[in-house]
């Protein structure tokens, strides 16, 4: 039998937002932008990213004739699935991050941070995968 964790009402609240949010996207960058701006307003996570001066919108030039089309939309009930292992905000950015890869780094970018500087400002580093 599988114990399913108890998710702390920050990360529950990101997590019906997301899924409503992420089947409208096109693209897995689309997908990324939403859970970012999902994030960005909700626990330890929005704290962080607020603090780190993360906004609603793009960076003014980060967007545009640079856009990046991202990946083939990736599924988004899986997406919302598999990042609803997390217990807290900060869990399931961590799914988010290991989830889109470098379709979140890029919208991190976009929004004028960087996943270093977001996991040192929340104290976390990311796992080693191997």
Known sequence: ????PVLAPDA????GIAATAIPFARTSDAEA????????LH?????ALQGLGV??????????????P?????????AVAHVTEGVATADVLMAVMQVYGE?????????GTDRDEVLE???MTMPEVG
């Open 1 to 4: 039998m599988s114990v399913r």
């Open 12 to 15: 529950e609240l990101v997590l």
């Open 33 to 40: 932008e939403r859970w970012l701006r999902v994030l960005r």
């Open 43 to 47: 626990g330890d996570v929005g704290v």
């Open 55 to 68: 906004s609603e919108v793009p960076l003014a030039g980060a967007n545009g004739e640079h856009e990046h």
């Open 70 to 78: 991202g990946h083939p939309h990736a599924g988004a009930h899986d």
């Open 103 to 111: 379709d979140f780094e890029r919208v991190l970018w976009t929004h």
């Open 121 to 123: 400002r929340l104290g």
